[in-house]
């Protein structure tokens, strides 16, 4: 990530505001407290536990079972 001119580069995080826009909207917070009071619990409930990756590579999983899979693929056994 990061090269210029490849335009798959920030197609995830396009992907993820694009949502974020959609299911949040474009509401305008008094404080910068209360935005992250409203997008937080989109992000860590609603993003990471319960939303499903549309791609078959990735088995359908939501994002913190993709991490959980991956933190336990690379524990290290005795």
């Not at 407290?33 to 990471?48: G, K, Q």
Request: hydrophobic fraction near 35%.
């Amino acid at each position: 990530m990061g090269r210029t001119g490849i335009c798959y580069d920030n197609a995830a995080a396009e992907s993820f505001f694009g949502l974020l826009k959609a299911e949040i909207g474009t509401t305008v917070w008094d404080s910068r407290e209360a935005a992250r009071a409203d997008v937080f619990p989109f992000i860590e409930v609603e993003y990471n536990r319960t939303r499903l990756r549309r791609h078959p590579e990735f088995g359908y999983l939501t994002p913190l079972e993709t991490r959980a899979r991956l933190q336990h693929d690379f524990t290290p056994t005795a």
